[in-house]
């Protein structure tokens, strides 16, 4: 399970926001702040303002389950939403749910792909098709990863939900038949494409496709 990490955060007073979201936003990124809000259990909007390295580090942190220190009240919340700029490179707002550790939640979690496919000897490559799962379990039993053991795949061989080994009292909001990875085979053209560090290279758009895309 998922350690539950403590964060500072603080209390902000949306009085002194004089100003549109945005704009308050932006003052507050200025200062290497960011904005949030915590809601949940029937208890009162709290608005909050974090610095850009903890919003970074809790967005990183495996489940996303933290606890906020906001002067002598902690709260132990989960990430709902975050709001990027326009680019998709700066956050510029987090919602908070509160959570308690028995209660039930439903949260993100990683694959955690584990060993080198037997089929690897025969020129198979493992084509990872899903990297994380949404998943149903009580708030403080987050599992960090879910791991997989591919050693075992041939050829032509996957792994579906159904394959997966869950923790305790941790289940899978997905068809049992979902395919997560597979072992496939590189046709001759994918061969030729490949640098020597076995990564595809981009493909070459020839003069005339460019042409194409201009009409």
């Keep these: 399970m998922a350690d539950v990490v403590k964060f500072q955060a603080e209390p902000r007073d949306t009085r002194k926001n004089v100003g ?22 029937k208890l009162a909007v ?13 967005i990183k942190s495996p489940g996303h389950l933290a606890d906020l220190e906001i002067g002598p009240a902690t709260e132990t919340v989960l ?36 060993g080198t496919p037997a089929g690897a000897t025969e020129g198979g490559s493992l084509e990872v098709l899903v990297r994380s799962l949404s998943v149903n379990c009580q708030a403080g039993a987050i599992p960090e990863s879910i791991k997989v053991d591919v050693s075992h795949l041939k050829v032509d061989e996957g792994i579906h939900v159904r394959d997966l080994t869950l923790p305790t009292g941790v289940t899978v909001n997905a068809d049992d038949d979902l395919l997560l990875m597979h072992v496939v085979t590189r046709s001759p053209e994918e061969e030729t494409t490949a640098a020597p560090d076995g990564t595809t290279q981009p493909e070459v758009i020839k003069a005339e496709r460019k042409e194409k895309d201009k009409e």
């Design 79 to 114: 990430i709902r939403d975050v709001q990027w700029d326009h680019l998709g490179k700066d956050v510029i707002h987090v919602d908070f749910a509160r959570v308690s550790a028995e209660e039930l939640i439903e949260t993100e979690v990683a694959l955690d792909v584990r």
């Design 20 to 41: 549109t979201g945005s704009r308050v936003a932006r003052r507050l990124r200025a200062r290497g702040l960011i904005p949030g809000v915590i809601y949940g259990h």
């Design 46 to 58: 709290t608005p909050i303002t974090l610095s850009r390295d903890v919003v970074s580090r809790m």
